[in-house]
């Protein structure tokens, strides 16, 4: 699978950083709009809208900072389609369920989706801290570790008390 624009060697990074960021990006971008899903809902548990408002706030900006390194790599974004349940993305049918659920349920909803998606997000993380050559990209793969490891905690905790 080829992600550069060119066959030209990516420019201060290898493939596997070019693959983190491409997928990345688009787990990202699915992270935001399951969290706009949530938050656009009434009584959801508070818990789970602080937790959403954290999310979309954090990865907002990770998305652009992916999408330069990709420009400044001559690499292109990934494609959604590459991506399944294996990285912690959801199904249309499984967005479909969490824009249809009430409060309550959303909230149940959300959490074990984002659990998985999280799950998702720190193996791709893993793999960039393994292979990367990027220490930018490597630096940050190793936060999102960090970070979505202690919000999956956060989550788990959350999911029990509802």
Do not use: C
Not at 41 to 59: G, H, M, N, S, Y
């Amino acid at each position: 699978m080829d992600h550069s624009t060119s066959d030209a060697p990516l420019a201060g990074a290898n493939e596997a950083d070019a693959m983190f960021a491409s997928m990345m990006i688009v787990h990202h971008e699915q992270a935001v709009e399951m969290s706009d899903i949530v938050l656009a809902k009434d009584d959801v548990d508070p818990r789970v809208t602080d937790l959403a408002e954290r999310i979309t706030a954090a990865q907002g900006p990770e998305i652009e900072q992916l999408q330069g390194w990709l420009d400044d790599w001559g690499a292109e974004a990934g494609d959604p389609a590459e991506m399944d349940h294996g990285d912690g993305m959801m199904s249309d049918d499984d967005l479909a369920a969490l824009e249809a659920a009430a409060g309550p349920e959303a909230s149940r909803l959300f959490l074990e989706q984002m659990i998985a998606h999280h799950e998702g997000a720190v193996e791709m993380a893993e793999t960039e801290v393994a292979d990367g050559e990027n220490a930018d990209a490597v630096a940050l793969a190793q936060d999102i570790v960090d970070a979505q490891t202690a919000e999956i905690a956060e989550m788990k905790e959350i999911l029990a008390t509802l």
